[in-house]
């Protein structure tokens, strides 16, 4: 992305009151511009293939279908187009269930107002988002978990497995387990300085800034459970 480009926002979430705090916060911001405002989950596909905006703060609970659902659709629809859940509630499982919908963060919606411009600027630059602590209890129970054989029907599977070696798909799956760079050396009988090549090249292959990105993008494509 072009530096100093205005960040093109739209904002979703069936209050008002919420919307209209947000437009005033972000439209003070030199780099920030709400193009667009939905109040239900049907309305923010709607808008966002309109505008097709930078960043989406999407709200999860709303008539006309849930935040997660719309964040689907955009996802799939718009894939340069970045989601934020902007949440009051504190779920892991929403955390979990955001992340398999293609979401980039999830904040909560008493997240300090400086935190929030941080986060919308990272997640336009190309971060991950999952700060909350709910978020990264979420995050350590899912590479605690096991993991799993990527599903015939997972979104983006074919691409992902067509970018990565067999072996860098091991080293994936393995880091997506918690798995320190020892550890993965140990377990593939190779040596440590094999182990972070191989997670540099996954690193540059699915545009991942750091480990966390590319956990992220092992769960989307359901390379754990």
């Given at each position: 992305?072009?530096?100093?480009k205005v960040?093109?926002?739209?904002?979703?979430d069936d209050?008002?009151?919420i919307?209209?705090?947000?437009?005033?916060?972000l439209d003070?911001q030199k780099?920030?511009?709400?193009?667009g405002?939905a109040s239900?989950?049907?309305e923010a596909v709607d808008?966002?293939?309109r505008?097709?905006?930078?960043?989406?703060l999407?709200?999860?609970?709303?008539?006309?279908?849930?935040?997660i659902?719309?964040?689907?659709?955009?996802?799939?629809a718009?894939p340069?187009?970045k989601?934020?859940?902007?949440t009051?509630f504190d779920?892991?499982?929403?955390?979990?269930?955001?992340?398999?919908?293609?979401?980039s963060?999830y904040?909560?919606?008493d997240?300090e107002?400086d935190?929030?411009?941080s986060?919308i600027?990272?997640?336009?630059r190309?971060a991950?988002l999952f700060?909350s602590?709910?978020a990264k209890r979420?995050l350590?129970?899912?590479?605690t978990?096991g993991m799993?054989?990527?599903?015939s029907?997972s979104?983006?599977?074919?691409?992902?497995?067509?970018a990565l070696?067999?072996r860098?798909?091991?080293v994936?799956?393995?880091?997506?387990?918690?798995?320190?760079?020892h550890?993965?050396s140990?377990?593939l009988?190779?040596?440590?300085?094999?182990?972070k090549?191989?997670?540099?090249?996954?690193?540059?292959?699915?545009?991942a800034?750091?480990r966390?990105?590319a956990?992220?993008?092992?769960?989307?494509m359901?390379l754990?459970?």
């Open positions: 992305m072009q530096t100093g960040i093109r926002i739209v904002l979703v209050q008002p009151f919307r209209k705090g947000l437009r005033y916060i003070i780099d920030m511009q709400v193009v405002e239900t989950g049907e808008i966002a293939l505008n097709v905006p930078d960043i989406v999407m709200d999860i609970h709303m008539p006309g279908g849930t935040g659902m719309a964040t689907t659709s955009i996802v799939e718009l340069d187009t989601v934020v859940l902007l009051t779920v892991e499982q929403y955390v979990f269930d955001g992340i398999r919908a293609g979401a963060g904040l909560l919606k997240t107002t935190e929030l411009l986060g600027r990272a997640i336009h190309g991950t700060n602590s709910t979420a350590d129970q899912i590479l978990s799993q054989e990527p599903d029907d979104p983006g599977k074919e691409r992902l497995l067509g070696t067999e860098e798909t091991e994936l799956q393995l880091l997506a387990y918690g798995k320190r760079n550890e993965i140990a377990i009988c190779i040596s440590e300085g094999t182990t090549t191989h997670i540099h090249h996954i690193m540059q292959k699915l545009g800034q750091d966390t990105q956990v992220v993008t092992a769960i989307r359901k754990v459970k």
